[in-house]
């Protein structure tokens, strides 16, 4: 028997026009379409941690998000490749450019998935599931590329189909038919759920999204805490309001750090905006946004304070980039007020939003200035690479599972020798960055 956990379905289209295209094993299909040599064939990309592996590396065990190390004691044959960041970008891009032939109602959500909603376009196109199906036979014929979709009336259910459907398949969840649709699935397939929770969960017997489903909210608030208990009960339920978002709203999103009363150096400016940076730089990529202009506020001693901020030509979401814009406005504040001393709070934002896909990858050829900061460089791609790596670790298993913490500023050589290192450690011995610290996110 299935309870409702609390939360009231909401109201849901009388047709599954929900698309969640997700292109398989994106990178290491990448690599495998540049060099066919690599075809059939255990691949990894990436090093000390694997960021794709396979299908054929996945037969034994190899995933994303694993240390490189292990990776090779579970498939000793597996060759590691990788790189070709451009190709990903723009094989990615083209896949987003196939999708918005169909609607212009597309939530671009990573560098190879994204959401469309085709209420609109079933008088031009026909049902929804042929539109799924053309979909993928345009993303293979024109990129030679498999990709998965999953077609339900909301966006959960749509990735959760799409996961089913993989690899290289289509998954339709009918109006109607969700409820039997999600109740054998295992639990892992629900949006937040990584190992540990699964663990918990299996711990009471709660194996299935169906088994989730029945359980009492305040059973499941005290295994797992109450806004996770919360959260994964009404997606249990099938309850997910949320639209598609085009990314066409402007808008701004920031973080802020109260410090009690600190006395200002450039190493705790930088400790703080770091920390700042990778909580806004994060949610800025989880959303597939990024933005122009940077803004710093610095607030001193006697409740004064100052913002300092930067337009930039291009748009930002990456971490590293941030915190070294931040740290700079925040120097530039602090020189323009030389008889303060100490500071209370530091409060960073990006705003001129724009969509991800909408960022230019650019030709290595202007040496002239900020290789690192320009996202289309060859830096600027490895930093923004690193950061998705990260957020492919973290969402897996948790966001203490991995900080950029004092490497961040260690050199500008670029991230990812940086990355390995922290990869390789044991993940799950991390604190939690910014433990201790009071802060509040904002979003306007
Ligand atoms: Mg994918």
Redesign the pocket.
């Known amino acids: 028997m299935f309870v409702a956990s609390g939360a009231m379905a909401p109201a849901q289209p009388l047709r599954a026009t929900i698309l969640h295209a997700?292109?398989?094993a994106?990178y290491a299909s990448v690599e495998q379409l540049l060099d066919p040599s690599l075809r059939g064939r255990p691949i990894a990309v990436g090093g000390g941690v694997v960021l794709a592996a396979s299908y054929e590396a996945k037969a034994f065990g190899v995933h994303g998000g694993m240390s490189g190390r292990r990776a090779r004691e579970l498939c000793p044959g597996l060759t590691f490749v990788g790189g070709h960041f451009r190709e990903y970008q723009r094989l990615g891009d083209a896949m987003v450019d196939v999708l918005r032939d169909f609607t212009p109602v597309v939530e671009r959500i990573s560098i190879?998935?994204a959401f469309l909603d085709v209420t609109g376009s079933v008088h031009l196109f026909g049902p929804p599931a042929g539109m799924a199906a053309e979909i993928r036979r345009r993303v293979g014929a024109e990129l030679g590329l498999p990709v998965s979709v999953g077609v339900a009336t909301t966006k959960h259910l749509a990735k959760v189909a799409s996961q089913v459907a993989k690899p290289d398949g289509l998954v339709v969840v009918e109006a109607g038919e969700e409820r039997e649709f999600l109740d054998p699935l295992p639990v892992e397939l629900l949006w937040g759920v990584g190992p540990a929770t699964r663990e918990r969960l299996g711990s009471r017997g709660i194996r299935t999204i169906g088994a989730l489903a029945a359980t009492s909210p305040a059973t499941l608030q005290k295994l797992l805490g109450s806004a996770v208990g919360a959260k994964l009960g009404s997606l249990a339920a099938n309850a997910d309001p949320r639209r598609i978002e085009t990314g066409r709203r402007a808008g701004s999103m920031g973080a802020q750090s109260a410090l009690g009363r600190r006395v200002v150096s450039e190493q705790l400016l930088r400790a703080e905006l770091g920390f700042l940076a990778d909580r806004v730089a994060t949610r800025l990529r989880a959303k597939g946004r990024a933005g122009r202009t940077v803004t710093v506020r610095v607030r001193f001693a006697g409740m004064r304070s100052v913002t300092r901020s930067v337009t930039l030509p291009w748009a930002i979401s990456v971490t590293l980039t941030l915190a070294e814009l931040g740290v700079g406005l925040a120097c530039a504040a602090l020189a323009d007020e030389p008889g303060e001393r100490e500071i209370t709070l530091l409060a960073i934002s990006v705003s001129n939003l724009v969509p991800e896909s909408a960022l230019q990858l650019e030709l290595d050829l202007d040496a002239r200035v900020d290789q690192q900061h320009r996202p289309g460089t060859r830096s600027g791609a490895a930093r923004w690479a690193s950061d998705r790596a990260m957020d492919r670790v973290r969402d897996r298993f948790g966001r203490g599972a991995l900080g950029y913490g004092d490497v961040m500023f260690r050199s500008g050589r670029g991230v990812p020798d940086e990355f390995r290192e922290l990869a390789e450690k044991d993940a799950a011995a991390l604190p939690e960055p910014g433990a201790g610290h009071r802060h509040a996110d904002e979003r306007r």
């Open positions: 997700d292109l398989d994106f190879d998935e």
